[in-house]
């Protein structure tokens, strides 16, 4: 069959996952739903994984391709994936996550359930140590808001349509943390319909200590900037608030004066003398260890 004969492709990029790139391609063999292609992007590994790939794509002749690019970066690696596409529909997955039997066939019920939809999501459970870490969460209702400061366009917890994906611009090499963050403002802002699927939560992301997920931290600044602000432009200025209130949570993480500077440099590009104390409000809430100062917020945003 032609990739193009499909209804959804698969895109995981990896690097230096030879160990445990294997149990995610288990789950891949174990699908309900078969009809589907895969794109395995190797992101210029050095640990054997690129041999792992070919392999389990050798067992799949005409249903799967490895694709080699050199650029570092998942969004990179992605754009890689994205660009060889022929199906309908694109769901981009991890090297070191699972999905269970029934995660593609309930992606496709609700796609043939909802035939002019954009996106389709779903909700997705951390593991951290062998326990479940947090639920990663999807809804249809204040997308923006909710992609910005819980992550429902986190790269696992939806896919679309392979059109809308280039429309939007595509990932974006130069973000190296919060990519699908920064691309899901982008889709979000061209997207029609936008639905969920109604199924157990079937996929279970693997927290691993080198991924890009466990570097959000004050420390990483010049990056956090580069999504950050490509997210702004995104939003527009009537919602650019939004992005320094993130920024301000962000800088309650951090330690010493850094925080402090981070904040009131946040706080300088506010106009709105209330939302400036309401930011002040959230640091300190943050700052004490406390959880949610965006959704007690959002009420006045």
């Known amino acids: 069959m032609e990739q193009s004969e499909f209804e959804i492709t698969v895109v995981i990029p990896v690097y230096n ?26 992101n210029n590994s050095t640990d054997g994984t690129l ?3 070919q392999q389990w794509a050798g067992k799949h002749p005409g249903r799967a391709t490895v694709l080699m690019q050199p ?6 690696a ?11 529909w694109t769901i981009f ?23 002019d939809a954009d996106i389709i999501g779903w909700e997705t459970r951390m593991i951290r140590n062998g326990k479940i870490y947090r639920k990663g969460a999807f809804t249809t209702r204040d997308m923006q808001f ?23 611009g595509g990932w974006d090499p130069q973000v190296r943390i919060w990519d699908d963050i920064e691309l899901g403002a982008r889709l979000i802002k061209r997207a029609g319909k936008v639905c969920k699927v109604k199924a157990p939560v079937s996929v279970f992301t693997y927290l691993q200590d080198d991924s890009i997920s466990m570097a959000e931290t004050v420390s990483n600044t010049e990056s956090i900037d580069t999504a950050l602000g490509r997210i702004s432009r995104t939003l527009g200025p009537e919602r650019a608030h939004w992005v320094e209130l993130k920024r301000i949570i962000l800088a309650a993480s951090g330690d010493g ?9 946040a706080l300088s590009r ?9 930011f002040r409000l959230a640091f300190a809430w943050t700052k004490a260890g406390l959880p949610g100062a965006a959704r007690i917020l959002r009420p006045f945003l």
Do not use: W
């Open 93 to 115: 997955f991890d090297s070191d996550d699972e999905m269970s039997a029934m995660h593609l066939a309930n992606i496709v019920k609700t796609i043939d359930l909802h035939p």
């Open 71 to 76: 650029t570092p970066g998942a969004a990179a």
């Open 17 to 42: 996952r030879a160990g445990i790139v294997g149990r995610t391609l288990e789950t891949l063999d174990a699908q309900v739903f078969q009809d589907f292609y895969v794109i395995l992007v190797d």
């Open 51 to 53: 041999e792992v790939l």
């Open 270 to 278: 506010v106009s709105s003398p209330l939302r400036r104390q309401l």
């Open 146 to 168: 909710r992609s910005l400061f819980n992550g429902i366009m986190a790269t696992l917890r939806y896919c679309a349509r392979t059109e809308l994906f280039r429309a939007a």
């Open 78 to 88: 992605r754009q890689m994936g994205l660009d060889a596409v022929a199906t309908p």
């Open 257 to 265: 004066a850094e925080a402090y500077r981070l904040r009131d440099q």
